[in-house]
């Protein structure tokens, strides 16, 4: 439902229509946020600072605000997640 409404539609209109889509997606956080999501942002944590520092080594001292970006922290776990085992570092 959620899948094909973003397709049709740039906004919802209907009341009942984004009652029904609240309630979705505020059940899918709360799933991921009990175990996925935690997993991901640890790890991102972990590489952001990680990346962080050793880009600062370089002298790019804008690369400490990495460790306070929450989207780079998130795509980092994220990417770390898909990454097959045998490549994990």
């Not at 009942?16 to 944590?45: H, M, P, Q, T």
Request: charged fraction near 20%; aromatic fraction near 8%.
């Amino acid at each position: 439902m959620v899948d094909l409404t973003i397709r049709v539609v740039d906004r919802v209109r209907s009341a009942k229509l984004n009652r029904i889509l609240s309630n979705i997606v505020g059940k899918l956080e709360r799933a991921l946020e009990n175990g996925f999501l935690k997993v991901v942002y640890a790890k991102g944590v972990e590489l952001a600072e990680k990346l962080s520092n050793l880009v600062h080594s370089w002298d790019n001292v804008g690369a400490l605000s990495w460790i306070s970006d929450r989207a780079f922290i998130l795509y980092l776990g994220v990417s770390w997640m898909n990454t097959p085992l045998v490549l994990r570092f």
